[in-house]
């Protein structure tokens, strides 16, 4: 079962726009979640980490937020660039248990 | 700013073929960890090392063998290839702090074919 779950899968928008993309997580218990953005043909850069206490976040043009009560997080992108085409990746760590938890990525096209 | 430093970048082979894939990281980080990326799947865990001397088991660790060579290097083999082995492997490594509280720094991955 997949513990993490993000939405849309993939994405247009043109250059300019903003977007939100979305993670619903199961994991518990939660101890935080992080963003990481992947270039196509590179590996994942994280963007930011959200712990429980924390509700939004924001890392240049980035902003993240999450609700620690419905498991659920989001990552806004504003005025987006081309640069911000690539797949976006929420992870989520088990408090106590060494593990975590992968999305399977929200894929952003940014077009002119 | 090396970072994570994954060799070779591509590479194909033929069913039954065994290869090394290498990793080094200059972080001075204690924890690495190997993974593997399919189409529509996320980031598997393979195998990873708390710590150098030490290497434990992640989700999907049929068919692969890893050696912690030191603080800095992190290998992962495949003793006998077979074509469900064909995937993108990323190289991570990451500060002491647990898992998730330390950000995990990626190589750029190898992609592997197996025919």
């Known amino acids: 079962k997949n513990q993490v779950e993000q939405s849309p899968q993939s994405l247009i928008i043109l250059e300019g726009k903003n977007c939100t993309l979305q993670?619903?997580?199961?994991?518990?218990?939660?101890?935080?979640l992080r963003w990481y953005k992947q270039d196509t043909g590179r590996g994942p850069v994280s963007l930011t980490i959200?712990?429980?206490?924390?509700n939004t976040k924001s890392n240049g043009r980035y902003t993240a937020t999450l609700d620690a009560d419905t498991k659920q997080s989001s990552l806004h992108i504003t005025a987006s660039q081309l640069s911000d085409s690539a797949s976006y990746i929420c992870v989520v760590s088990q408090r106590g248990n060494n593990r975590l938890a992968f999305g399977k990525g929200n894929q952003v096209v940014v077009i002119p | 700013n090396a970072g994570v430093t994954q060799t070779p970048k591509f590479q194909v082979l033929k069913t039954g073929q065994s290869m090394t894939l290498q990793c080094a990281q200059d972080m001075n980080h204690n924890s690495m960890y190997w993974y593997r990326q399919d189409p529509g799947m996320g980031l598997r865990l393979i195998y990873y090392s708390a710590s150098e001397g030490t290497t434990d088991k992640g989700e999907v660790p049929n068919g692969y063998n890893v050696s912690r060579l030191n603080k800095r290097e992190f290998s992962l083999r495949l003793e006998s290839a077979a074509p469900s082995q064909t995937s993108v492997y990323f190289c991570?490594?990451?500060?002491?702090?647990?898992?998730?509280?330390?950000?995990?720094?990626f190589g750029d991955g190898t992609r592997l074919s197996i025919l």
């Open positions: 993670c619903n997580y199961t994991v518990s218990p939660f101890s935080n």
């Open positions: 959200m712990t429980f206490s924390e």
């Open positions: 991570a490594s990451s500060g002491t702090g647990g898992w998730g509280n330390q950000p995990q720094h």
